[in-house]
């Protein structure tokens, strides 16, 4: 009977080594860094999803779902339309993350990843750029830097608010470029190339101004010389005239004083070693000097 019982036990070990052979890398689970695990077990999903790491055990029947639970972006290009009822191409890029506890609801309700994003984030997205581009006033208004931040503002705002119950974290939402319509671009074009032309006429004319001014100044400041120069003249004149009033009042009044004079002019003339003889009608009023009279 021991003989039977070994040969038992011996087939009993056997298929337990099959099994473990064939199953054992099923009793672990090993999470990538950045990614978490979601288990179903056939056809109904876990309730928790299983983080980076090693998980022992685990049931070998679990059938695992990976996900990226890192930082990615999404780059889409939209046609959107303003009140002027023109279309302007815009390319934004929404920066996004899955939550990572929120993942067997992803896999239940929608899917893979590219699932989420194809089902919910591009549809958002672009119904959100159509939604906001009815606020914008004409489509050169992109271009303002306002318009921009409130846009960018405002599809965060949503696209949060729509992703999150969905399982995805919206981080940012960001204009990359603007395209507007050709003929808009080259009526913009024309309109810069005006505006230059009239502020190059304008910078002309505030040369040709300030020339002018100068010319001006240096005008006004030679008049303003002259002026001085004749008002100096003027004023000396006045002086030399007034001396000689001066004189011939006291002249008048004091005929004495050209007698003074004449003695005074006497006795310098007699310092001259040519002169000789000098002679004074002293009967008349202004007795003045005679020289040399009789000389041949």
């Known amino acids: 009977m021991a003989k039977n019982r070994l040969p038992n036990f011996v087939v009993v070990m056997a298929i337990i080594a099959v099994i473990l052979i064939a199953f054992g890398a099923r009793f672990f689970k090993a999470v990538e860094p950045g990614h978490v695990a979601v288990a179903s077990l056939f056809g109904k999903v876990t309730a928790e999803s299983y983080p980076e790491g090693l998980h022992i055990p685990v049931n070998p029947f679990f059938k695992w779902h990976d996900y990226d639970v890192r930082m990615k972006t999404h780059f889409e290009k939209a046609n959107v339309p303003s009140q002027?009822?023109?279309q302007t191409q815009l390319e934004?890029?929404?920066?996004?993350?899955?939550?990572g506890a929120q993942a067997p609801l992803i896999l239940q309700n929608t899917g893979s990843m590219e699932q989420i994003v194809a089902v919910h984030l591009r549809p958002a997205l672009r119904s959100l750029l159509r939604e906001q581009g009815k606020s914008i006033r004409r489509a050169e208004d992109f271009f303002l830097e306002e318009t921009q931040q409130n846009l960018q503002t405002a599809l965060l705002t949503g696209m949060d608010q729509f992703?999150?119950?969905?399982?995805v974290a919206v981080e940012a939402v960001l204009i990359r470029d603007i395209q507007l319509s050709p003929f808009i671009t080259k009526a913009i074009e024309e309109k810069k190339q005006r505006e230059q032309e009239v502020e190059k006429q304008k910078a002309e004319l505030e040369r040709f101004?300030?020339?002018?001014?100068?010319?001006?100044?240096?005008?006004t400041a030679e008049r303003n010389a002259a002026e001085e120069q004749a008002k100096r003249q003027r004023i000396l004149a006045d002086a030399q005239a007034y001396e000689i009033r001066q004189i011939n009042e006291a002249i008048a009044s004091n005929p004495a004083y050209i007698q003074l004079q004449a003695l005074e002019s006497l006795k310098e003339i007699s310092k001259d070693p040519a002169s000789k003889l000098y002679f004074i009608n002293s009967d008349s009023p202004m007795p003045l000097p005679l020289m040399h009279l009789?000389?041949?």
């Open 209 to 219: 101004r300030t020339e002018q001014q100068q010319l001006v100044a240096a005008a």
């Open 84 to 86: 002027d009822q023109l």
């Open 294 to 296: 009789g000389e041949k």
């Open 92 to 99: 934004v890029s929404v920066q996004y993350r899955l939550i």
């Open 163 to 167: 992703m999150l119950p969905k399982g």
